[in-house]
């Protein structure tokens, strides 16, 4: 089975604070993607990255930033947390194949007070 | 650009009746696959079935089947027999065929309660 771990359940952050949430697949995966999910919005995308150092802007990339440097971990980071970034982060892998679903992490809920 | 509506933020189903989930999508392309996915509280996202759009044949997977119709661009989810673990939000989502690298576009979800 396909396991996309995401580093934290739940985390707690101060404004201003520089936050790194962390995803690790262990499929192969070329694709990987960092989604915000918000009640009555669904999922946005903020980021994906479709290759080792290659990115993409989602539709709500600002105020966040990407990194891939390995091909099984993409991380998302805010650079100075503010709190209308409160929300839970789901980061999810998929296959080149465009009739493979995407795999999902628990999420990250974060709180930035 | 792809957009993916789901018009029922919540629906109710008695257990073990049938409930249906709505989803319409618009795009100009031909070729591309549709997927419904099932997060239950607290839980994993996780897919529950796929459509890819040149099958005119409905796909099916156990009590879960869709209603496909690519004319009129809506992709419902028909849950038979509910059971109470079935409580979950349902997302539906379009991706492109076109690039290996494209992205899948959700819906915001339709939240769906199972009375016992």
């Known amino acids: 089975d396909v396991k996309v771990t995401q580093s934290s359940r739940y985390l707690v952050k101060r404004t201003g604070e520089k936050v790194f949430l962390e995803c690790v697949q262990d499929m192969d995966h070329e694709n990987m993607f960092w989604y915000r999910q918000d009640p009555g919005l669904g999922l946005r995308l903020i980021y994906f990255s479709y290759d080792v150092k290659m990115k993409e802007k989602g539709d709500i990339p600002e105020g966040y930033s990407v990194s891939r440097e390995k091909k099984e971990r993409f991380s998302l980071i805010l650079e100075s947390a503010s709190t209308n970034q409160t929300s839970m982060y789901l980061c999810?892998?998929?296959?080149?194949?465009?009739?493979?679903?995407?795999?999902f992490g628990d999420g990250t809920r974060l709180s930035i007070l | 650009a792809q957009t993916v509506t789901q018009s029922q933020p919540e629906m109710s189903v008695q257990e073990a009746e049938t409930v249906t989930l709505s989803c319409t999508y618009d795009t100009s392309e031909s070729d591309y696959y549709l997927f419904w996915y099932k997060q239950p509280p607290s839980r994993q996202m996780i897919l529950v079935i796929r459509?890819?759009?040149?099958?005119?044949q409905n796909a099916t997977e156990n009590r879960f089947s869709v209603n496909f119709q690519k004319a009129a661009k809506s992709f419902s989810l028909k849950i038979s027999d509910s059971q109470l673990g079935d409580a979950a939000m349902y997302f539906c989502a379009y991706r492109s065929d076109y690039s290996s690298a494209s992205k899948i576009i959700f819906g915001s979800g339709t939240r769906l309660s199972i009375r016992p």
């Open positions: 459509q890819e759009a040149y099958k005119q």
């Open positions: 999810a892998s998929s296959s080149i194949r465009q009739n493979q679903p995407q795999h």
